[in-house]
């Protein structure tokens, strides 16, 4: 298994300022990846943090609004830039382990006022 | 595109007895992992159960078991003795390549 955390856990945001979430494993992975959950919803994959290239995006999500860096195998930050309250949700980190499993970070809980 | 169909959205259970929780899947590949993942009110996600679909062999970790149909796509979760720790949002999940996608989830509630 990995452990993951996250910061910031949750934060307060106005409109049209930017968050920077950072996430940090505890051993060198191959693959990490961010979702997003909206209120009452499930998970949607944002992205795939690729390490010393640019992230893949899912469709319907584009870097400019979701920008991605992922500097080594440990660390990858997120960032949701001019944010708007439909920007509200909890943002998860994600590795993927050589067995093919997935284990996730406790999640970053976004409100944009 | 690979989909993930959870029908119930919410389930309930006495503490101590039996549920299953239910989850079909469409695809057209033949080599693919399937998961339950459990997210309590903390919202961690956690991993529950893993499957992989070249295996005939349902998986089974202590009291969470699964019947795994693959001509049917069918992946349900058995959960046996529930306990009130086990009250939680349940989220199935289809992963082939990198990709993993989540059905809509199950919220179980566990009656003392």
């Known amino acids: 298994s990995a452990v993951i955390s996250q910061k910031p856990s949750r934060d307060i945001c106005q409109r049209g300022t930017s968050l920077t979430i950072q996430c940090q494993v505890d051993s060198q992975v191959t693959m990490m990846f961010w979702y997003r959950q909206q209120p009452g919803q499930s998970l949607t994959l944002i992205a795939t943090a690729n390490q010393g290239s640019e992230a893949t995006y899912e469709s319907g999500f584009v870097i400019d609004k979701f920008p991605i860096s992922r500097p080594n195998l440990t660390f990858s930050t997120l960032t949701v830039s001019n944010m708007s309250p439909e920007d509200s949700s909890i943002y998860l980190c994600?590795?993927?382990?050589?067995?093919?499993?997935?284990?996730f970070g406790p999640g970053t809980r976004l409100t944009v006022t | 595109a690979q989909t993930v169909t959870q029908s119930q959205p919410e389930m309930s259970v006495q503490e101590a007895e039996t549920v299953t929780l239910s989850c079909t899947y469409d695809t057209s590949e033949s080599d693919y992992y399937l998961f339950w993942y459990k997210q309590p009110p903390s919202r961690q996600m956690i991993l529950v159960i893993r499957q992989e679909a070249y295996k005939q062999q349902n998986a089974t970790e202590n009291r969470f078991s699964v019947n795994f149909q693959k001509a049917a796509k069918s992946f349900s979760l058995k959960i046996s003795d529930s306990q009130l720790g086990d009250a939680a949002m349940y989220f199935c999940a289809y992963r082939s390549g990198s990709r993993l996608t989540f059905g809509e989830g199950t919220q179980l509630t566990v009656n003392p």
């Open positions: 994600s590795v993927a382990t050589a067995l093919y499993e997935q284990y």
